[in-house]
C-alpha cells in the first residue's frame, strides 16, 4: 500500500467523522429546551429568572458537574448527589413548618 493512498484514506476518515460531529452537535444545539425568561406564580410574583437558570448552570460547570455525569451509572461515586441533598433540605423545611404551625418551636426543637 502506498503513502499516498494511506492519506488519502485517513483524510477521508477525518472528513466522514467531522461531519458527523458537526451535524449531531447542530442537531442538539437545535433541539436544546428552551430557556424561559422568567418563570412567574399565578399571582405575578417572579419565581426565578433565565438569568437565575444560566447562573446555576455556570456554578454547575465550575464545580465540573458535566463531566461525572450518571451515563455509566457512577456520578454519585465521584461528585455530590444534589438530588438527595435537595430533598433533604425540603422535608427539613416541611418538617420545621409544621412543627412551627402545630407547637410554635421548631422540629430540631
Same mark, same amino acid.
Given at each position: 500500500m502506498?503513502?499516498k ?7 477521508? &476518515?477525518? &472528513?466522514?467523522s467531522?461531519?458527523?460531529?458537526? =451535524?449531531?452537535?447542530?442537531?442538539? $444545539?437545535?433541539q436544546?429546551?428552551p430557556i *424561559?425568561v422568567? &418563570? &412567574?406564580? *399565578?399571582?405575578?410574583? @417572579? ?7 444560566k447562573?446555576?448552570q455556570?456554578?454547575?460547570?465550575s ?7 450518571? @451515563?455509566?451509572?457512577?456520578?454519585? $461515586?465521584?461528585?455530590?448527589d ?9 422535608a427539613?423545611y416541611?418538617l420545621?413548618k409544621f412543627?412551627?404551625?402545630q407547637?410554635?418551636?421548631? =422540629?430540631?426543637n
Open positions: 502506498t503513502t493512498k494511506l492519506w488519502i484514506g485517513f483524510i477521508t &476518515v477525518m &472528513v466522514l467531522f461531519s458527523v460531529l458537526l =451535524y449531531f452537535g447542530k442537531e442538539i $444545539y437545535k436544546a429546551p *424561559p422568567k &418563570v &412567574v406564580k *399565578p399571582d405575578g410574583t @417572579v419565581l426565578f429568572t433565565g438569568q437565575d437558570i447562573d446555576g455556570n456554578v454547575w460547570q464545580l465540573s458537574g458535566q463531566e461525572i455525569g450518571t @451515563v455509566w451509572g457512577h456520578g454519585a $461515586y465521584q461528585a455530590p444534589w438530588s438527595a441533598d435537595w430533598l433533604h433540605k425540603e427539613e416541611i420545621n412543627a412551627m404551625q407547637d410554635g418551636i421548631s =422540629y430540631e
